[in-house]
Each structure stands twice: as structure tokens, then as C-alpha cells.
């Protein structure tokens, strides 16, 4: 099965971006190649920037606060176990504690390093990281890979508490929904939201389908279009009845 998102809101897009973001980074650093550990460094850089948006902490925080208090008041019901809930509960306060420690903006300590910051300046020129460009870069680059493994997570390191809180929203918001068997007649669905307010929708297609969908979406109604995959041209997919699981997620 593969699952596509569609978010409602600039928050919920943030999140996606740097969770794609965190696990893009794991995939490359995990590697002992140089390329891939340049590829890592390249999307630290692009965590940085988006994590630095102004008001993501805040935003974090009042969200976290909020399911905290939410979960909590679930202590002694009889349908919920309380095992799972005070791990849950625990991880809120851990990474609440930890963003809420951290100084200044997100990512702060990367820009405060000036080597890294002549490397981020040069990797937006097109071509602008070859040797003769950043000697000490390709020095680097040539260092044993365990070393360049543990500067990267040295790097990585400030980011954890924003990470889990991040891990942690998009968890519970996508657990929110349960999904919907549904039907696309000639390649496409309509449905009006009504007053359902989602802030995530989720399409789930069974990955052998040649067909990908087109989410548009706002606070009134929802049209999705399946389209071909493998097409130069976006052609919707009309030759057959398409079935998918439709999720609604709401914090």
C-alpha cells in the first residue's frame, strides 16, 4: 500500500516537510559514502531552513500542551490502557522540556558555524562545490567515514527535541482517522467536507495501481483526480473503477 497526504494547513505542511526531511537525512548519514554523506549535509541545511520558520516552536509547544492535557484527562478510562498512555504522556513532556530549552531559533547552531555556512553558500551556486572550490570541504569529504558519521550527528544532535515533537503530532494526527473504503468512478472523487474541518487527508492506493492522485482540497470540499503514473501527460486514469482507503485527520 502506498500512502499519499494532503495537509490543510501551513503548520501541518511544515511538519511533513521536516519529517521527509529527518528521515531523508537518516537514509544518506546511515551510508558510509562520501556523496551520500554530502547529500545528508545538503538536506541538514534545508532542516535548518525550514525548522527556522518563526512561529514552529511556539506552535509545537501550544500543540503539545494541548494533547497533553486531552491525554491526560483519559487517565482511568476503562477503554484506554494506561501503560500506553503514560508512555505516550511521557514522550509529550520529554520533548515539551527539550524545545522548550532550546535557545534562539531553531538550527541556530548551524549558522553560527562559519565553515558550514561557506559550504551552504557555495551549494547554491550550480556546480559551486567542486574541490577547487571548498579545499577544506574536500578534505572532509576524504576523512574516514565514522569520523564525517559522528560530526553529522553532532549536527543532527539540536534538532532531537524538535524532531520528536514533530513525530509525535503527526502520530497522533494521523491515528485520529479511521479510513474509509471508497470508489472513484472515471478516474475521479467528489465529496463535500461538510463540517468535518480536516487537517490531513490521507489517499491509500495498492502500490501495484499505475494511477496517482491529484488531491485539491479546502474547508468546503474535496476532488481528487487519478491520473497515470508513468505518463509524460496527466492523463486521467478512466478505464477502470479506482477503490482506495480515504482517511480524515483532525487533532
Known sequence: MIHYEYPLSERIRTLLRLEDLFERFDAYAASTDPHAHHAALLTLFEMAEVAARADLKSDLLQEL?????????????????????????????????????????????LREDDW????????????????FDL???????HRPAAQRMQHMQRWLAPFSSIRAAVNIVLGLLRDSGQPELQQAANGCYQRMLESRNPQLIRVTLVDNLPCVPEISANKYMLNIRFVQADSGQMRVCTDQAIDFDLTFCTL
Do not use: F
Open 65 to 109: 500542551d494541548r494533547q497533553k492535557a486531552v491525554l491526560a484527562a483519559l487517565r482511568g478510562n476503562p477503554h484506554v490502557q494506561d501503560s500506553t498512555l503514560s508512555q505516550v504522556l511521557t514522550a509529550i513532556e520529554s520533548a515539551h522540556q527539550g524545545m522548550y530549552r532550546l535557545p534562539g531559533k531553531v538550527g541556530q547552531h
Open 116 to 131: 558550514l555556512m561557506t559550504i551552504k553558500q557555495r551549494a547554491a551556486i550550480p556546480g559551486g562545490m567542486c574541490e
Open 135 to 141: 579545499p577544506t570541504y574536500h578534505h572532509w569529504l
